[in-house]
């Protein structure tokens, strides 16, 4: 893929927390922000709505692409069986992302990056019953308003982030580099340097239990200003309260200061708001407090 996004993977130094992270000097150019468009304003709008667990509801991943590609002469009753299997363990994948911190769940997919790949098939298939795809609205919001900013796209998937916006410096990073754009790591320790982008990323990708050490490490990255962007699933808030939680916790350590979003028309066009919970937030310490981890409800898939 040409443009400008980076790959990062055993080109830069990773140190953490110190101040002292290096970009080796084959990395590629960093652009400058910019925060011009990064104007300060009020906390993001909740709406009232109950929430909807769509992805408890909606169809298991149970379509051939987790499998058919490397079967693809079964008969209709043999392609069931793998169907069905391929959904269950797309289902028992999901739940151990969920349910066990960052850095296991990169042992355990570095171990066997197969894992990334079932996950993947079964997401695409879920991401399909969705009313919208939170990334749609990412992208866009990241288009209009922020078309400068170097961005690290955190738990990026497949990296369709980084390769729509082919002309931006986009970090992509996973438990597995699915191509060439992704770097492997943990998000909770990715190799780039402390204040080094504009725009941290976090579409549907704060699955580990350590979301502390998720966001500690978005802090570490952006520059001051800089902004973090994070779309989950509603229901992962216990009721409307773990939103306040969430947002609560976010102040308290400190480092964030919570902003409205600057186009309330792309979010009510592009993100289902009884589906999907967005906020953004402005780096505006050079420390934070990052001293108590905050749970969201993992995103479970029923069997159909
Ligand atoms: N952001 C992408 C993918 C969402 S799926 C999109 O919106 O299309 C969530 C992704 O987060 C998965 O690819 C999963 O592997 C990744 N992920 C979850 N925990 C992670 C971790 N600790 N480190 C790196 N990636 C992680």
Same mark, same amino acid.
Request: net charge positive; charged share 20%; glycine share 6%.
């Given at each position: 893929?040409?443009?400008?996004?980076?790959?990062?993977?055993? #080109?830069?130094?990773?140190?953490?927390?110190?101040?002292?992270?290096?970009? *080796?000097?084959?990395?590629? @150019?960093?652009?400058?922000?910019?925060? #011009?468009?990064?104007?300060?304003? @009020?906390?993001?709008? &909740?709406?009232? #709505?109950?929430?909807? /667990? $769509?992805?408890?509801?909606?169809?298991?991943?149970?379509?051939?692409?987790?499998?058919?590609? +490397?079967?693809?002469?079964?008969?209709?009753?043999?392609?069931?069986?793998? %169907?069905?299997?391929?959904?269950?363990?797309?289902?028992?994948?999901?739940?151990?992302?969920?349910?066990? /911190?960052? +850095?296991?769940?990169?042992?355990?997919? +570095?171990?066997?990056?197969?894992?990334?790949?079932?996950?993947?098939?079964?997401?695409?298939?879920?991401?399909?019953?969705?009313?919208?795809?939170?990334?749609?609205?990412?992208? =866009?919001?990241? #288009?209009?308003?922020?078309?400068?900013?170097?961005?690290?796209?955190?738990?990026?998937?497949?990296?369709?982030?980084?390769?729509?916006? /082919?002309?931006?410096?986009?970090?992509?990073?996973?438990?597995?580099?699915?191509?060439?754009?992704?770097?492997?790591?943990?998000?909770?320790?990715?190799?780039?340097?402390?204040?080094?982008?504009?725009?941290?990323?976090?579409?549907?990708?704060?699955?580990?239990?350590?979301?502390?050490?998720?966001?500690?490490?978005?802090? $570490?990255?952006?520059?001051?200003?800089?902004?973090?962007?994070?779309?989950?699933?509603?229901?992962?808030?216990?009721?409307? *309260?773990?939103?306040?939680?969430?947002?609560?916790?976010?102040?308290?350590?400190?480092?964030? =200061?919570? &902003? =409205?979003?600057?186009?309330?028309?792309?979010?009510? =066009?592009?993100? %289902?708001? @009884?589906?999907?919970?967005?906020?953004?937030?402005?780096?505006?310490?050079? $420390?934070?407090?990052?001293?108590?981890?905050? +749970?969201?409800?993992?995103?479970?898939? @029923?069997?159909?």
């Amino acid at each position: 893929m040409k443009g400008k996004n980076q790959k990062n993977q055993a #080109q830069i130094t990773a140190k953490h927390g110190t101040g002292q992270g290096k970009m *080796k000097q084959n990395q590629g @150019k960093v652009h400058k922000g910019n925060h #011009q468009s990064m104007k300060p304003t @009020k906390v993001n709008k &909740i709406p009232q #709505q109950t929430p909807v /667990s $769509r992805s408890n509801q909606s169809r298991p991943a149970s379509s051939s692409s987790a499998t058919s590609s +490397s079967t693809p002469q079964l008969s209709a009753l043999q392609q069931k069986f793998m %169907d069905k299997l391929g959904g269950a363990r797309f289902r028992t994948i999901n739940e151990e992302l969920y349910t066990t /911190s960052g +850095s296991s769940a990169f042992q355990a997919f +570095s171990q066997d990056p197969s894992k990334f790949h079932i996950y993947h098939s079964g997401y695409r298939i879920q991401a399909q019953s969705w009313p919208c795809n939170p990334l749609d609205y990412v992208i =866009q919001w990241i #288009q209009k308003h922020h078309s400068n900013a170097v961005i690290a796209d955190m738990g990026c998937g497949e990296a369709r982030l980084a390769a729509t916006l /082919s002309n931006q410096t986009v970090h992509s990073f996973d438990l597995v580099a699915a191509n060439d754009q992704v770097t492997a790591c943990d998000i909770a320790a990715v190799p780039l340097p402390d204040n080094s982008v504009d725009v941290v990323v976090f579409c549907l990708s704060l699955m580990g239990t350590n979301l502390n050490d998720f966001l500690k490490e978005a802090f $570490r990255i952006l520059k001051i200003n800089g902004l973090v962007k994070i779309v989950e699933v509603r229901s992962r808030f216990e009721d409307g *309260k773990g939103i306040k939680k969430f947002l609560q916790y976010l102040k308290t350590t400190h480092a964030f =200061q919570l &902003i =409205q979003t600057q186009d309330e028309e792309l979010d009510t =066009q592009l993100l %289902d708001n @009884k589906m999907f919970f967005s906020v953004e937030c402005r780096k505006i310490a050079p $420390r934070g407090i990052f001293t108590h981890n905050f +749970s969201l409800k993992p995103c479970v898939y @029923k069997k159909r």
